[in-house]
T-cell receptor
């Protein structure tokens, strides 16, 4: 099983600032990496797939980068609605898929 | 509009069984693989199981392998999860999720709202 490790567990950021979230895979997942946002009481929402392609309707302030084992989600200027938990997920190793443990982005 | 509606959750005793269902609409169901993802209270997301468009390729998390069985009925636009030998650690909100491919592994582009399974005596 591929283990996905996200860091930091919690990120305190002021509105308008940049947030950088990391995700590391225990072995290469190529570019088969997705990012999700989850707010309290809601289902997750797909933000990024293919490591760097924004999903439909996702604002340009969200960007993804990386390949192999190291990935980054960047939120260029945090808006109030961006405070949430973010998860990465690999889908390179079907029929085994795995999520990272999540990063909570909170207001500083 | 894509809709995924889960049902079948509830309170069940350890060792017993439960069957979850997911009714899909708004897309051509048999063109896409489908999955179950769960979230224990206050915890992160855990992939549980997935099934390809024609049921030819199936995967399970190690934590449920041998106890859970995923299936689908394309004529009914429905996905199922048969859960046997339930344990307290299976307590979670279970989401049905669609991927944008027929094969199996991909990003989850649509999610249901989940059905809660509580395993307790």
């Amino acid at each position: 099983e591929i283990v996905m490790t996200q860091s930091p567990a919690t990120l305190s950021v002021s509105p308008g600032e940049r947030a950088t979230l990391s995700c590391r895979a225990s072995q290469s997942v190529s570019s088969n990496l997705a990012w999700y946002q989850q707010k309290p009481g809601q289902a997750p929402r797909l933000l990024i797939y293919g490591a760097s392609t924004r999903a439909t309707g996702i604002p340009a302030r969200f960007s993804g980068s990386g390949s192999g084992t190291e990935f980054t989600l960047t939120i260029s200027s945090l808006q109030s609605e961006d405070f949430a938990v973010y998860y990465c997920q690999q889908y390179n190793n079907w029929p085994s898929l795995t999520f990272g443990g999540g990063t909570k982005v909170e207001i500083k | 509009e894509v809709q995924l509606v889960e049902s079948g959750g509830g309170l069940v005793q350890p060792g017993r069984s439960l069957r979850l269902s997911c009714a899909a609409s708004g897309f051509t169901f048999d063109d896409y693989a489908m999955h179950w993802v769960r979230q224990a209270p206050g915890k992160g997301l855990e992939w549980v199981s997935g099934i390809s468009w024609n049921s030819g390729s199936i995967g399970y998390a190690d934590s449920v392998k041998g106890r859970f069985t995923i299936s689908r009925d394309n004529a009914k636009n429905s996905l199922y999860l048969q859960m046997n030998s339930l344990r307290a650690e299976d307590t979670a909100l279970y989401y049905c999720a669609k991927v944008d491919t027929w094969g199996g592994g991909a990003a989850f582009d649509y999610w249901g709202q989940g059905t809660l399974v509580t395993v307790s005596s």
